[in-house]
């Protein structure tokens, strides 16, 4: 059991304790409250702190911390081709390990206690992610590019398949995109994936050039195309979603789709804004992700809430995606896409949490805490990460 003793939360001071992984008990803070004496484990001073929920990044690629800052100034076609896909075919399985890990590290020390992955040596990224205490959707990555042999490997590993960690991890169905996954292996994927219960996570609509091909391809855009070979479902994570018109954000509604947004990495290789007013009329689950380091080139949750919330502004309505709504974005929205009752500072709900020092200099004054953090804060405002209801930093 963890207690933790009046700690700031939104508005008012309260008591929390944290027992089964779960928020057990909040109260009020108060010296003679039925939290009070309580003989916990590890109990902390929280008079200094705040508490908000931690972070779900919906999309990343963990391993990629190995190409950070590599390739600068290439729109994505261009960058993957000719840059990252001749770089990725030189490392090794415990090169991916190293990457994982040292995105792990970046992402708790950020406040992230779940990433949605999607990468190649999953094995690797696993162990990495049991030893850390942090929760992971792990991607089955697959391409066109894959022989039958690695195909037959990897639905060999997910019969076989068996959480290490009693409940932090889960497999999803990773095709790449529409312009590395022909529409017989997207059907595959589909199938296989909803024959086990399994989430699907893909690349949608990221550059305004994936459209136009798709078009030329299949005579209609990406989010049409999927929905037509049967793919988009309440099980189907999209990715990016940059170049999607009203009628398509009005599909992705209509059929649950949850999609990531990736605010850094859409700036960073030119895709394009993100149409924040489309998405947000359609009524879609949307989340936030920091796709990899590798065009970020931070996965911070905290900058990436802030770029979004700036970067909806852009076109001068400053009303537009407030803090406590971008917030939701990062976490609530996140852990309800894969299942995860969590994502609130509320009792019942399962402990992922941040607390945060309200001492730091960018924590200071605060006449509004979400603003402070979406706005204001960094790595250096958090004291503490929990997940599962263990602190794991």
Known sequence: MVLIKNILSVDKRVDILIDGGKFKSIEPAASDSGLASIHADEVIDGSQMAIVPSFYNTHTHAAMTLLRGYAEGHDLFEWLSQYIWPYEA??????????????????????????????????????????SGMRAAIGITVMDNHSQAVTDQKVEFLKQWKDPTGGRIQLVMAPHAIYTVNTERLKWCSKLARENGLRIHIHVSETKQEVEDCIKAHGMTPVRYLDSIGLLGPDVLAAHCVCVDEGEWDILAKRGVTVSHCPCSNMKLGSGRFPYELAIKSGCNITLGTDGASSNDSLSMIQEMKFAALFAKSTGNATILPSNQVLEWATVNGARAFGYDAGVIEQGKLADAILLDMN?????????????LVYAADSASIKHVICNGKIIY
Do not use: W
């Not at 990468?119 to 990495?128: G, H, L, N, P, S």
């Not at 730091?360 to 402070?372: K, T, Y």
């Open 90 to 131: 030189k490392m090794t399985g415990d090169d991916i390990r190293f990457g994982s890990e040292m995105a792990a590290k970046e992402m708790i020390q950020t406040g992230t206690t779940f990433f949605n992955d999607m990468y190649f040596d999953i094995e690797k990224t696993i162990d990495v992610v049991d030893r």
């Open 360 to 372: 730091d200099i960018h924590m200071q004054p605060c006449h509004s805490l979400i603003s402070n």
